[in-house]
């Protein structure tokens, strides 16, 4: 089975949580392999209670589909993207936040899942709905 693999912005995990619909469809597709580095989790942290109290799903639901989530996405550890942050850095100028995501994706040489213009410029982003029509495609 062909899979298409992509880096997850952490902004598609918290509004995949707090709207679920057809982004939680594809989350869920096996055909789609999703990578992020260990800094989502951290991401995640700073934003959990605003997340679940968006969601409007008690606590328990909430905690089970993030990590029915969670286990959906493969973690990449600093090491293994480390010597892509310079070049990253370049790429993003003043906007540093997302240095270690846009790392990942050049060193897997894959596309971010995002919502951001900047990366959608710089032709490394994949939308929504290009995964979709993708993953279509291919079924």
Not at 32 to 60: I, M
Not at 82 to 107: G, M, V
Request: charge should be positive; charged fraction near 35%; hydrophobic fraction near 45%.
């Amino acid at each position: 089975m062909e899979f298409l693999k992509v880096v997850i912005d952490s902004n598609i995990l918290l509004r995949t949580l707090i709207s679920r619909g057809d982004i939680l469809r594809l989350i869920f597709n096996r055909k789609l392999k999703l990578f992020a580095p260990e800094k989502l989790k951290e991401e995640f942290e700073n934003h959990k209670k605003e997340v679940l109290l968006k969601s409007k799903l008690s606590e328990d639901r909430f905690n089970l589909l993030l990590s029915l989530i969670l286990k959906r996405i493969i973690f990449v550890s600093l090491d293994k993207y480390n010597s892509f942050i310079l070049k990253a850095l370049k790429l993003l100028k003043e906007h540093k936040k997302d240095k270690d995501f846009l790392a990942l994706c050049l060193f897997m040489n894959v596309k971010f899942w995002t919502y951001e213009k900047r990366f959608f410029d710089l032709g490394l982003a994949i939308s929504t709905k290009q995964i979709s029509e993708q993953l279509k495609k291919e079924s």
